[in-house]
């Protein structure tokens, strides 16, 4: 964790955007630094500015990239490698012919933990240093992918699958088993580190009633975990929903009646969402999870991202790898874009980059660790390249403004584009 300077164009958020020209939200130094000290950032500015003490410190020069603080996904499921681009299904026949079979395969610790270094590894060559990840039902592919986040120094959140039923029988788990799974590895890596765990049931089809209840109880007696899981996704999924859970006001309420909403709960999609619905999540200041490509590729629906955010809820933006269908945030950025133009909204790049950086950082109430170049903030940082390929060359030779940079990195790039990514001051690509 040496001390050293980067030197970098170098952008940083400080709230939502709320227009292209909104420059009151962000910071950009043309020619800027960050220093980087024992993991963590010690001051960022003008290069030219750099205080004295810094001054004889190893620069590495990223220019004309754009250094940012590192992606943040909010939604994907490590375990879903081995399906990602699986033809022609919707998410219930998805689920049972490509997802269930694949994840059967992590019953296997040392599959789950060389698919758990292949995913993180793949993020990393993605630009995405922090991700809240599903696992599968297996207690011990969960330890894998814990210790494969620990061995590369990553803030990383996660958690075992809760299923018991209507899945296939090699993959169920018991309420009590799922319970007693999921709090020994609450005791075993919750805080350890830079590791945090997320109660998960998989979705209301898979979970009784006696499941949902113990996720609840997992909650409350860990108040700082996180809670994932999926939410009006699909209107068949919905509909069965409703035909499991009789007694429920709507789909949320199968969670809400079981303590699950709150600050710190991810509920992915929100797609077909009824107005008490979203007034619940507001309330209960739970956070919406916008996954795109996972969105259009399953033919879902389109995630309304403007009545969610003027109605108030928490919105964050994910991948939803191996559904979602790539793992780039660029990638994911420009299909929210083109979400949005289908529901009458232009998501501005501006706000666009804000998500995968600040954003989500505030949707996990992690904004004083991750997602901002701010004194004392973890060095997770990536350098962004828009001229990585020819093709952006040329397009980038017509652009004169941040904001037409960011729109071509986010609509032309990819893993090319990232140039470099560190993690806690280190780096690993
Ligand atoms: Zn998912």
Redesign the pocket.
Known sequence: MSDKVLRARVLTFFERPDSLDDESCYAFWEDGAVVTDGGRIAWRGNFSDLPEAYRTLPVTDHRPGILMPGFIDT???FAQMGVIASYGAQLLDWLHGYTFVQEALFEDEAHAQSIAACYLDEILRHGVTTSVV?GTSHKTAMDAFFAEAEARGLCMIAGKVLMDRNAPGNLLDTSQSGYDDSRRLIDTWHGRGRLHYAVTPRFAITCSEAQLDLAGTLMRETPDVFLQT?LC?NRSEIEETARLFPGARDYLDVYESNGLLGPRSLF??CIHLEPRERTALKESRSVAVF?PT?NLFLGSGLFDYETLTESGVRVALAT?VG??TSYSMLATASEAYKVSQLCGYSLNPLESFYLLTLGNARALSMEDRIGALEAGSDADLIVVDSQATSAMRTRMQSSSSLTDELFVLQTLGDDRCIAATYIAGERLK
């Open positions: 939604h994907a499921h599903y999926h996704e992915g999609h996954c996972s939803d559904a979602g």
